[in-house]
């Protein structure tokens, strides 16, 4: 004979399960357009659903709200793919931390180094401007330097870096930090918590 303890079990699970979907729906009808997102021309992209965060190494807020990114990052699980865009905005600096990031792509470095560049500027007061300074980062975190020198004279380099700012341009970008959904749904606020901002994301990406 089964017994309550087993009957019971499930419907208790179906029963948070349907509270969950019910929570998610009634947060997702409060999302407005205007309010917590726009839609903008934007860009296309190679594979959706995506969050693309708009970000510069240099930029103190991009820093500061790197825990919260983190934390969303998790929620969203695989649900959502998740790719970072560094922007330059014509300032020799910042150029040199989007070469940064591509450098870290390149070389399959960008999940050791990512945290370690925004403290190289933000605690350690050094941002790069000079780019023998970003071959020394990398062979600092243990990169070969004739990888690093391969990475930075690569045919496309240049032209990746150049595009990470058309990117920018053409999502119509105000400033930095930013998120844009689906190449489409540009986030007007990151004032959420993660559990809330993972909520408008998929709401979002689902769209």
């Given at each position: 004979m089964m017994s309550v303890?087993?009957?019971?079990?499930?419907?208790a699970a179906l029963m948070c399960g349907l509270?969950?979907?019910a929570s998610f729906a009634l947060q997702a009808?409060?999302?407005?357009?205007?309010?917590?997102?726009i839609t903008v021309a934007g860009i296309t992209e190679a594979q959706q659903p995506v969050l693309r965060e708009f970000f510069s190494y240099n930029c103190p807020h991009c820093y500061k709200q790197e825990p919260l990114m983190v934390s969303t990052i998790a929620l969203l699980d695989k649900e959502v793919?998740?790719?970072?865009?560094?922007?330059?905005?014509?300032?020799p600096a910042w150029e040199l931390s989007q070469l940064a990031y591509y450098v870290a792509q390149k070389l399959k470095m960008t999940q050791q180094v990512h945290e370690a560049i925004f403290k190289q500027i933000h605690?350690?007061?050094?941002?790069?401007?000079?780019?023998?300074q970003v071959k020394a980062f990398f062979v600092?975190?243990?990169?070969?330097?004739?990888?690093?020198?391969?990475?930075?004279?690569?045919?496309d380099a240049k032209f990746t870096v150049m595009n990470y700012d058309s990117q920018a341009e053409l999502a119509g970008l105000k400033g930095v930090p930013a998120l844009l959904v689906n190449g489409r749904y540009m986030l007007t606020s990151t004032a959420h918590s993660p559990e809330e901002l993972a909520?408008?994301?998929?709401?979002?990406?689902a769209k």
């Open positions: 303890f087993n009957v019971v079990r499930p419907v509270m969950l979907s009808a409060n999302f407005e357009e205007g309010k917590d997102y793919a998740f790719e970072r865009t560094p922007v330059g905005a014509g300032r605690e350690k007061g050094e941002p790069f401007t000079r780019p023998e600092s975190q243990g990169a070969k330097a004739d990888d690093v020198d391969a990475a930075m004279n690569a045919v909520q408008l994301v998929k709401f979002l990406a």
